[in-house]
């Protein structure tokens, strides 16, 4: 809304009948949301899902549905491509790694990506 309000954009915002701000998805909703848009295209548990995928989608698309679908959209690729019939943790870090050296991925997603590689050199500077 910030940027509908700025000078540059009071035309825009002189058309506008109604206006809503959508909150970010938390980790159950981000999982619902997955499925329902599984279940609407007749997905059959092919390719299943582990747990660790859904927490890297929340993570990653920081719960904001156009991002949730991409990082998605591009895990289902990934999938067919490898021809996997379970994505696990790694799969959905690959992708988001990809997307992230395409510039795919917002500044929020690019920090925790940093977050999380930095946390798992921790983890393994300690074992």
């Known amino acids: 809304m910030d940027i509908v309000k700025s000078?540059?954009?009071?035309q825009l915002h002189q058309r506008l009948i109604a206006a809503a701000e959508l909150k970010p998805l938390?980790?159950?909703q981000t999982v619902d949301y997955v499925m329902h848009r599984l279940s609407c295209v007749g997905w059959k548990n092919d390719p299943a899902f582990t747990d660790e995928v859904f927490h890297l989608i929340h993570r990653f698309s920081a719960g904001v549905p156009r991002r949730i679908n991409l990082?998605?959209?591009r895990l289902f690729l990934h999938a067919g491509l490898k021809d996997k019939h379970e994505l696990v943790g790694g799969d959905a870090?690959?992708?988001i790694v990809e997307l992230h050296n395409e510039g795919l991925l917002?500044?929020?997603?690019q920090q925790a990506l940093n977050e999380y590689v930095t946390g798992i050199k921790g983890l393994a500077a300690n074992s």
């Not at 000078?7 to 009071?10: D, I, K, T």
């Not at 917002?106 to 997603?109: D, I, N, Q």
């Open 7 to 10: 000078p540059g954009m009071e």
């Open 26 to 28: 938390d980790f159950e």
């Open 71 to 73: 990082i998605c959209h």
């Open 93 to 95: 870090l690959n992708v």
């Open 106 to 109: 917002t500044a929020v997603a």
